[in-house]
């Protein structure tokens, strides 16, 4: 005598009088079905009960299934009431607040239970500095995420500067954090093209018809648009994912 879980849509028949349909619902102790004119029947799951392609089964209840994981900003399977970690010694510095807003907006949960702390560097000129003031070593890795860092700029020689085992640099090619908030999750076609030598976000704002005159409101209207690790461009998820692993790694708790 087999049997059969109510999934909904299975075809079986009620002997006894003779309504055949598909399962609807399925709850504790009946079963309902629905004929092929709309009709709903409501049947008890007695054993050897129906009739599932001629052959007698027993129809019971599907089991519940399992909750898919919840996950976080960032895409990581969340921990369910997990306590933030004591901060580490090791550390990331990004290069300005805007950065950390980001970083915090996606990878917050997983920075907490990690207990990596994010600080900001307010510019890249000030790194070798802060990391000979930092002292990286095995037990306080530093990982440092630079702005549009291309061969070649400042921004590349300063950060070749940086030669310790145990900080890492790495950064993103865009001009500014904004750009790495993929277009289309605000509405636009593309970041426009911005003159060399006029400031790069007032630019933009004019561009594309925001409040240049404070840009501190513009990427707070940008920020709220960001969901998760989807409305960032891969080149910078991919930096911070990196810099996140190099400070966590063994020898960096």
């Known amino acids: 005598m087999p049997e059969v879980p109510a999934e909904p849509g299975l075809v079986v028949e009620e002997p006894g009088t003779g309504f ?45 299934s399992a909750p898919r994981p919840t996950r976080t900003a960032s895409g990581s399977v969340a921990v369910p009431q997990a306590r933030a970690r004591v901060a580490r010694a090791g550390r990331i510095y990004v290069e300005g607040r805007h950065d950390a807003e980001l970083v915090e907006k996606v990878w917050g949960d997983d920075l907490r239970i990690e207990g990596v702390v994010v600080e900001y560097l307010e510019g890249v000129d000030d790194l070798p500095s802060i990391v000979e003031s930092f002292a990286p070593g095995p037990d306080a890795r530093l990982g440092v995420l630079v702005d549009h860092l291309v061969p070649g700029t400042k921004e590349w020689r300063i950060a070749e500067s940086v030669t310790s085992e145990h900080a ?16 289309a999750s605000l509405g636009i076609e593309a970041w426009p093209a911005v003159p060399k030598g006029q400031d790069w976000k007032t630019g933009v704002c004019r561009a594309l018809g925001w409040p240049a005159e404070n840009t501190g409101a513009v990427w707070q209207a940008i920020l709220k648009r960001v969901g998760s690790y989807k409305d960032l461009e891969p080149e910078l998820l991919g930096r911070v994912e990196e810099l996140i692993d190099f400070v966590t790694g063994s020898g960096g708790a």
């Open 20 to 64: 055949c349909g598909a399962v609807i619902r399925c709850e504790a102790g009946t079963v309902t079905l629905e004929d092929r004119f709309g009709k709903h029947r409501v049947f008890p799951l007695e054993p050897r009960g129906f009739l599932l392609e001629g052959r007698v089964v027993t129809l019971v209840r599907p089991a519940a």
């Open 168 to 183: 890492l640099v790495v950064g993103h090619p865009f001009i500014d954090v904004w750009q790495a908030v993929k277009p």
